[in-house]
């Protein structure tokens, strides 16, 4: 997978003065560039509220992959995006300005991630 990022988009990476659409420290931190894709992506989703937002599995997939697929490579797509879900909500002690709450469905015996809540608690100024 690669991501790419405007100059605008990197210019507030390397900012440590305006940090409100992405926390560079966060975004760094986090250990794959799939996982900082999602972290962006819900920067971009979230604003600074006490009330959290939720994400569907469907909701993600559909917004980050543009190109249509065989149902076989949907069912991956989909798997991956609930492993991207697990990754970045075993990493929010490492993430400052989001909390994350993983939703499951109820009809299986197994648990699947069915959706994420997430809430932006603040957006953090660092000199």
Request: aromatic residues 12%; hydrophobic residues 40%; proline residues 2%.
């Amino acid at each position: 997978m690669r991501v790419y990022l405007s100059e605008p988009i990197l210019q507030m990476l390397k900012s440590k003065k305006d940090d409100s659409i992405i926390n560079g420290q966060s975004f760094l931190s986090l250990s794959s560039l799939q996982i900082r894709l999602l972290y962006f992506y819900f920067c971009l989703h979230v604003k600074v509220s006490r009330y959290f937002t939720i994400f569907t599995v469907d909701r993600i997939l559909n917004d980050l992959y543009i190109s249509p697929c065989k149902p076989s490579s949907l069912r991956s797509r989909r798997y991956n995006i609930r492993k991207m879900l697990q990754s970045i909500y075993n990493s929010q002690e490492n993430i400052m300005d989001f909390n994350f709450q993983l939703i499951f469905s109820s009809d299986s015996t197994k648990k699947v991630i069915k959706s994420i809540k997430v809430r932006r608690s603040k957006v953090l100024m660092l000199n």
